[in-house]
């Protein structure tokens, strides 16, 4: 399994990104994948994930500004994030698990992105 994430970089508070994982070689018809951050010298967290059942979970302080969804024909997972804060400035990194079950925690998903970093600054 591969996930290979896109579309980090450098934007002004109030822009908007939105972030492509490409996924390769996951067979599983049931699965949770979603998108996770970490920031330096915070805790890490699951910021958005989305279920094979169609379910969507995110963290209260990006609900109403980030959407989560994806491409089952491209194998893609997407994460538009809009009218972003130095905050949310941060390491992205795409995840999946093998079943529908979101957990929060990293330690449940078995296959994880390379990352790509997001950076909120004038």
């Known amino acids: 399994v591969q996930l290979v994430e896109s579309g980090g970089g450098l934007v002004q508070p109030g822009g908007s990104l939105r972030l492509s994982c490409a996924a390769s070689?996951?067979?599983?018809?049931?699965?949770?994948m979603g998108w996770f951050r970490q920031a330096p010298g915070k805790e890490g967290e699951r910021v958005a994930v989305?279920?094979?059942?169609?379910?969507?979970v995110y963290t209260g302080s990006v609900k109403w500004r980030f959407t989560i969804s994806q491409d089952n024909a491209k194998n893609t997972l997407y994460l538009q994030m809009n009218s972003l804060k130095p905050e949310h400035t941060a390491m992205y990194y795409c995840?999946?698990?093998?079943?529908?079950?979101?957990?929060?925690?990293?330690?449940?998903?078995?296959?994880w992105g390379q990352g790509t970093q997001v950076t909120v600054s004038s």
């Open positions: 070689g996951f067979t599983s018809s049931d699965y949770c």
């Open positions: 989305v279920s094979s059942t169609g379910t969507t």
């Open positions: 995840a999946a698990r093998s079943d529908r079950w979101c957990y929060a925690g990293f330690t449940f998903y078995n296959y």
